[in-house]
């Protein structure tokens, strides 16, 4: 007879195993996308520049650029624009788990990090309730899980001002962070949608943004052993989104089968 410890090592060992071959299985497709994405956005870059060069030689041809041209000289810089943070976010999603240590993060000194990068507006009150101070991740997975999530509540709130509120917390065998805004919620029929990569619930000339922050929380998660779930505040505004990552060893033995299936230099 099998004990409860023999049955449980057996369905981690399993699900161990699962994720190991999940990974092996995306690294072709994870080592494409890295590649493209680095070569395309060299590219890219050049491409966002020239308008502007053309734009300068003509004025010091002495030639007076017409408004319509102007226009539209501002439009390709802010679409190649747009094409370089795609090719951003494609590298990061592309990363997750990838030529990093698995170590102790302090999550407030990771929030002060990512406050300086990301501009929240100042009519947001930002709240930490950082319950569980520390957590054992790779410190890029971290900062991008975190950039993602204060980032999209920032974007998709519908006023001006709102609170933000960042938590942490000790579950036993598991560490919960989750990022809380005001803002409108998302509709049920998109809880899953939100989280496939590139897709966006409003159009990008409304919105800044690429639509692989929150793919990119998922797949940070699911590498870990961890899950994210969206929640909606009964009777209130707001979004929930809870990340819920496996404690100490689980991630050792994790980090070992990403390392090890994923290995292309960043």
Not at 79 to 101: A, H, K, P
Not at 120 to 149: H, K, W, Y
Not at 150 to 159: F, G, I, L, Q, R
């Amino acid at each position: 007879m099998r004990t409860g410890m023999d049955i449980s090592t057996e369905k981690n060992g399993s699900a161990r195993a699962g994720r190991a071959e999940s990974a092996s299985g995306q690294k072709p497709l994870e080592d494409f996308i890295y590649l493209i994405s680095h070569d395309l956005r060299n590219s890219v870059r050049a491409l966002t520049e020239l308008p502007l060069w053309i734009k300068e030689d003509l004025e010091k041809s002495g030639v007076q650029v017409p408004g319509p041209v102007d226009e539209h000289i501002a439009m390709m810089t802010q679409q190649t624009r747009r094409i370089d943070r795609m090719m951003i976010d494609l590298l990061i999603y592309s990363r997750v788990g990838r030529m990093q240590e698995v170590e102790q993060v302090a999550l407030d000194g990771a929030l002060d990090a990512v406050l300086s990068d990301v501009r929240v507006p100042s009519g947001f009150t930002l709240e930490r309730r950082l319950d569980c101070p520390q957590i054992e991740i790779g410190n890029r997975d971290i900062m991008t899980l975190l950039t993602a999530l204060v980032s999209n509540a920032v974007k998709h709130c519908d006023h001006d001002g709102g609170k933000i509120t960042v938590g942490s917390r000790d579950l036993g065998d598991s560490i919960e962070i989750s990022v809380t805004d005001e803002g409108p919620g998302i509709p049920v029929k998109f809880r899953e949608t939100v989280f496939e990569p590139m897709k966006t619930l409003r159009p990008r000339d409304e919105v800044e943004g690429s639509g692989m922050g929150l793919a990119s929380v998922r797949k940070i998660a699911e590498f870990y052993g961890g899950e994210v779930d969206l929640q909606f505040l009964q009777g209130e505004r707001g979004t929930a989104i809870r990340v819920t990552l496996p404690k100490n060893g689980t991630l050792h033995s994790l980090h070992s089968e990403g390392a090890a299936s994923m290995s292309l230099s960043a």
